[in-house]
């Protein structure tokens, strides 16, 4: 059975190119799967935005925002699932996804909707605020399901240390210590297509 590995899409990159940009990171993630077994995180992109801003505008905890951002992921997935030719949408649920998404993701790219899952995680493990994005979630995600590999997708190069502010603040404390962990540049799909195929700009 083929490993797992789990690849946050940025939310950042639905801004480019008027989806031209997604389009091929989509097409290039749909023929992976030939030879690998996704599962998709999505970011939070201008659905967590206005979140963001009515969160300060209104005057709302971060705790209340938190949940509400959880499901402006969900809503980026939807979206991506418009993106990625033959994905497939999946709703964790209370044992993770376990060998069922390992199945699945085997024979087309599995977008995990995992809003209702996260917001059940304890505090301790996941607080409940701005510190805790899609990235740390991403990484939480990757060790509960027995990921070995964690892609972040970005829309800017990153360089070889993985810290703020190209992750938040928490990610250090979500990522299990046995995690491969790489990001790239998702206008450029080749790359993500060489880490899988090489390893290289792993940590």
């Known amino acids: 059975m083929r490993a797992l590995t789990v690849v946050k899409i940025g939310g950042s990159l639905v801004y480019h190119e008027d989806g031209r940009a997604l389009r091929r990171l989509g097409e290039e993630i749909a023929r992976l799967t030939a030879s690998h077994s996704l599962a998709i995180v ?9 979140v963001r801003e009515y969160g300060q505008k209104l005057g709302l905890r971060e705790s ?3 949940f509400m951002a959880l499901s402006a992921m969900d809503q980026y997935g939807y979206l991506l699932q418009e993106f990625i030719p033959g994905s497939r949408l999946m709703e964790l649920g209370e044992e993770g996804a376990g060998s069922q998404l390992v199945g699945l993701a085997s024979s087309s790219p599995v977008i995990l909707l995992c809003s209702r899952f996260i917001s059940r995680v ?8 701005w510190d ?25 190069d990153a ?8 992750v ?6 979500a990522v299990p210590p046995y995690l491969r962990v790489g990001i790239v ?3 450029y799909p080749e790359r993500l297509t060489k880490l899988l ?7």
């Open 64 to 66: 209340t925002c938190h």
């Open 168 to 173: 938040d603040s928490f990610f250090s404390q």
């Open 42 to 50: 999505p970011g939070g992109g201008p659905f967590a935005e206005v």
């Open 185 to 187: 540049n998702g206008l």
């Open 197 to 203: 195929e090489t390893g290289q700009t792993c940590i």
């Open 132 to 156: 805790v994005t899609s990235d740390s979630i991403a990484a939480y995600l990757a060790g509960r399901l027995g990921a070995r590999l964690l892609v972040l997708l970005k829309s800017v």
């Open 122 to 129: 304890p505090p301790g493990e996941l607080p409940p605020s």
């Open 159 to 166: 360089g070889s240390e993985i810290k703020e502010p190209i």
